[in-house]
Nanobody, 119 residues
Framework: VQLQASGGGLVQTGDSLRLSCAAS????????MGWFRQAPGKEREFVGA???????YYADSVKGRFTVSRDNTKNTVDLQMNSLKPEDTAVYYC??????????????WGQGTQVTVSS
């Protein structure tokens, strides 16, 4: 099983960036897919996720700015990030959970992609 994240980079405050994640190696039917991030010196935190049914969940810090979308037929999940702030700087990880988007247990993880927002 592999989750391959891409799309990170260096942007300025207020810019937009889109991350993509392609999952392979098994069926992800019924799985939630989403994104986490980890900033230097901080614990990994939940960003947003989308259930198989299409219900989405977001961290308060990104609501209204970030959007999670997925293509169930292609096993891909994207994270559209708008109005980026320096505090959004982190390594972003995609993940998949067989227990739903609100589960504390995520079964599969991608390798991470760096997002840096300059002020």
């Amino acid at each position: 099983v592999q989750l391959q994240a891409s799309g990170g980079g260096l942007v300025q405050t207020g810019d937009s960036l889109r991350l993509s994640c392609a999952a392979s190696g098994r069926s992800f039917s019924g799985y939630a897919m989403g994104w986490f991030r980890q900033a230097p010196g901080k614990e990994r935190e939940f960003v947003g996720a989308r259930n198989w049914s299409g219900v989405t969940y977001y961290a308060d810090s990104v609501k209204g700015r970030f959007t999670v979308s997925r293509d169930n037929t292609k096993n891909t999940v994207d994270l559209q990030m708008n109005s980026l702030k320096p505090e959004d700087t982190a390594v972003y990880y995609c993940a998949a959970s067989g227990r739903g988007a609100t589960s504390s247990t995520w079964d599969y993880w991608g390798q991470g992609t760096q997002v840096t927002v300059s002020s």
